[in-house]
């Protein structure tokens, strides 16, 4: 009798947590799995006949041998590998699990030009070790005086995307852009040369918790204009950001990372705050 009692225990977990995927993001790819129809690389149902679907190119995942004798099969399309000794100290972490890593462009000076990507490119692959096939793939970021001319130079010496700032917004963002519409040539060199364009969507001057929300006219602006420009809307944690890329054309998407999740404002003020002392 127990031992029915355990499995009809056993039973009801299971469907509670069958009914608990049901109900979110998890649960909505089993549906499209039980029902045999494509998902999209921003998990909606894709409804467009095979012929008319642009694909998004990604690094091939083959394994690739990292530090030690462990195999690195995962790609992380969004690192902070900083420069210097903070270079050192997270680039071990990423290649024991990666083979390939798109870094980003906002080291001090910030990577602007073609031979500023080579050097930072090259400071990476300095501190590889023997025999490891890690692949950085290589952003630049874009700023107010960004040049046109300067993308093919960029796209010659291997960049795949590039970052846009908005000024202030995070780290070694000072002096970032905040007249988007000026960028107009940019974004169509980017489109033309085939480099695909990561945004920090945060909208300067707005309230923190809002700047999100904010920033998502000009997304919408910017998809608009280029329909053939390959968009990434960078680290989305509103529910308004992920209704407007899934409204968006498929040339447009957003990539999740944990950390900014994870952490939320009761992490950073938490109790902390006295309000007896404003």
């Known amino acids: 009798e127990r031992h029915r009692d355990r499995e009809r225990d ?17 649960g909505f790819a089993r549906r499209c799995r039980r029902q045999e129809r494509p998902v999209d690389a921003r998990g909606a149902v894709d409804e467009q006949p095979q012929h008319q679907r642009r694909e998004w190119a990604m690094p091939t995942r083959d394994a690739h041998p990292a530090a030690g004798s462990a195999t690195a099969i995962a790609n992380d399309m969004h690192v902070h590998l900083r420069q210097d000794d903070m270079l050192a100290q997270v680039l071990p972490h990423t290649i024991s699990q990666c083979a390939h890593a798109l870094v980003m ?44 001319a300067e993308i093919s130079k960029l796209k010659a010496q291997g960049a795949v995307a590039g970052k846009l700032y908005p000024d202030g917004v995070t780290t070694n963002s000072e002096g970032g852009v905040t007249d988007f519409k000026a960028l107009y040539p940019v974004y169509e060199a980017m489109q033309e040369a085939g480099l695909v364009l990561c945004l920090h969507g945060e909208m300067p001057g707005a309230f923190s918790l809002d700047r999100e929300s904010k920033f998502l006219a000009v997304l919408r602006d910017i998809a608009s204009r280029f329909a053939d420009l390959r968009i990434v809307l960078e680290h989305a944690t509103t529910a308004d ?38």
């Open 241 to 278: 950001a992920i209704a407007c890329v899934e409204e968006l054309p498929a040339n447009v998407a957003c990539t999740l990372t944990v950390h900014h999740l994870y952490l939320t404002l009761d992490d950073v003020i938490g109790d902390r705050l006295n309000p007896h002392a404003f």
């Open 105 to 148: 462009p906002n080291i001090t000076p910030a990577v602007l030009t073609a031979a500023e990507l080579v050097t930072y490119r090259q400071s990476i692959l300095d501190l590889l070790p023997s025999g490891s096939s890690f692949k950085p793939l290589m952003t630049f970021k874009v700023g107010p005086n960004t040049s046109p």
């Open 10 to 26: 056993e039973h009801d977990e299971r469907g509670a947590d069958e009914r608990h995927e049901d109900a979110g993001a998890f």
